[in-house]
């Protein structure tokens, strides 16, 4: 194990000790929005188009990861085809703990959950892709993120007439 990953499972241990995680949640400033865009379906559930969104940091293993080495985050997002297979996706992301996910990505990108949904006539289909974005961002690249990233991945799934974008949080 090189020294990087050690440092970063230490962060991740540290964060689970109460202590070290209350001392982070004094000083942490969390964005705020005065208004929230909501709309009401104007059709069935089951006719609704879904795209999925996390901040995960989740990603096919064929493409570059999200930057691990910049203390701010990354404001970039990645496609993940609607039809992906588990075996398929990583994670890159230092900043919880995603054992668990690793194992299941579906935790935090719940795609087979939602293709079980469509069997069942419950909702309706899927977008061609989901949308993983990696958590923890800070200035500068919050801004980047709220101005450029969100705008780019929101017009994409307007443009293919999705419904519904669900929030995935990790």
């Known amino acids: 194990m090189d020294k990087e990953t050690l440092l970063d499972k230490l962060w991740v241990m540290l964060f689970r000790l109460p202590i070290v995680k209350n001392f982070w949640a004094q000083s942490y400033e969390a964005v705020h929005f005065d208004r929230v865009p909501w709309t009401k379906l104007n059709k069935p559930l089951s006719a609704c188009k879904i795209a999925l969104f996390t901040t995960g940091g989740i990603l096919l293993k064929t493409e570059e990861g999200f930057d691990l080495n910049d203390p701010h985050g990354d404001s970039t997002f990645r496609r993940i085809p609607h039809d992906v297979s588990a075996e398929d996706l990583t994670i890159s992301h230092k900043y919880y703990d995603h054992r668990d996910a690793d194992c299941d990505p579906n935790l935090i990108l719940p795609f087979e959950v939602l293709r079980e949904l469509q069997a069942e006539?419950?909702?309706?289909?899927?977008?061609?892709?989901?949308?993983?974005?990696?958590?923890?961002?800070?200035?500068?690249?919050?801004?980047?993120?709220i101005?450029?990233?969100?705008?780019?991945?929101?017009?994409?799934?307007?443009?293919?007439?999705?419904?519904?974008?669900?929030?995935?949080?990790?």
């Open 147 to 170: 101005q450029e990233s969100a705008v780019e991945a929101a017009k994409e799934i307007k443009q293919q007439q999705v419904d519904i974008a669900l929030l995935v949080p990790a």
């Open 121 to 145: 006539g419950i909702v309706g289909p899927s977008s061609p892709y989901h949308y993983s974005f990696m958590g923890h961002i800070e200035e500068p690249h919050l801004t980047t993120l």
